[in-house]
């Protein structure tokens, strides 16, 4: 029995085998596994994710009812607790607690991975900054899922998530984004698929190109690939293309490296780049101009070089 305990006990994450050790510290901390989950078609539950769902202590779920309905389907008897975005601050304290005294557990969101678009981040973080070992189990994103369809281009994209429900923040937002190369994510309800498409349309232009993938992985899943303004017609023109969720991807803009700075325009640019820094000069010329900031802040490195 000695020689197991000279074996085990400078590896704490090990049983001692029964053998009797005065004061043996604690065996370990728990686990936090952050677990991703099918986002329509449950066949797309990891063998690996069913087996953890299984074998932690508890699964805090974004919504206990939605979750149980999975877990049945599987035959998975776990205690579940909520933790969503409006008591998640308050739950990660008890959350830790159970950590520290050694259990696993499992965090789940209604569908796909959890804190994309979804609760999580607080006790993420918590956790790693109390030392806790947190570890994913990947699996299904809405994101990815409809990135690797789109047949937009994949080696950039900037994912915004969901836009404001408000048409002045929402606005806003699109037009920071109307001139970034990257191919653009947003995830939309189906109350503002309607509104966002056709601010993006107005504001990206009509003509940029892009896709809607719908309820992916589900019965009516589509994916619309064709310039903004002609999937708002087709959007308007069919109620059914307006329930579900959705992902919509948009291309990056086209650089306009050609493009020419009049005199007018570059004149503008001087006078604001001999008070102000190079990228607000070339923010406020294009607000004053209609030039891309773009093509002004190259325009601007030349004349400061």
């Known amino acids: 029995c000695m020689s197991s305990v000279a074996r085990f006990c400078n590896d704490p994450s090990r049983y001692l085998l029964g053998c009797p050790v005065m004061n043996a510290p604690d065996i370990r901390h728990g686990v936090l596994y952050v677990v991703a989950t099918p986002i329509g078609n449950l066949q797309d539950l990891s063998p690996r994710a069913m087996q953890v ?46 950590l520290s005294a050694g259990m696993d557990i499992a965090l789940v969101s209604d569908a796909g991975t959890p804190l994309i678009s979804d609760p999580g981040f607080h006790l993420v973080r918590a956790a790693r900054q109390a030392g806790v070992r947190v570890v994913p189990v990947p699996g299904p994103a809405a994101l990815v899922a409809a990135l690797s369809v789109a047949g937009l281009p994949t080696d950039r994209f900037c994912f915004e998530g969901f836009l404001s429900s408000k048409q002045s923040a929402r606005r806003q937002r699109l037009q920071a984004l109307a001139d970034h190369r990257a191919t653009l994510v947003f995830y939309e309800s189906s109350h503002r698929i309607l509104a966002s498409v056709a601010d993006m349309a107005d504001i990206f232009g009509g003509d940029r190109e892009a896709t809607l993938a719908r309820e992916l992985t589900k019965t009516f899943e589509t994916v619309l690939s064709d310039s903004l303004a002609s999937l708002l017609v087709q959007l308007q023109a069919d109620s059914q293309q307006q329930k579900g969720e959705f992902v919509v991807m948009v291309h990056g803009a086209t650089p306009q490296a050609t493009a020419v700075v009049d005199a007018a325009s570059e004149h503008v640019l001087t006078v604001l780049l001999a008070e102000l820094p190079l990228k607000q000069a070339a923010a406020l010329a294009s607000k004053i101009t209609g030039l891309s900031k773009n093509v002004l802040y190259e325009r601007g490195l030349q004349l400061k070089g």
């Open 53 to 98: 769902l299984r074998d932690v202590a508890v699964i805090a779920a974004e919504d206990t009812r939605h979750s149980k309905k999975l877990l049945t389907h599987f035959g998975i008897g776990t205690a579940l607790l909520s933790l969503h975005e409006h008591n998640e601050r308050d739950v990660t304290g008890s959350v830790l607690k159970k």
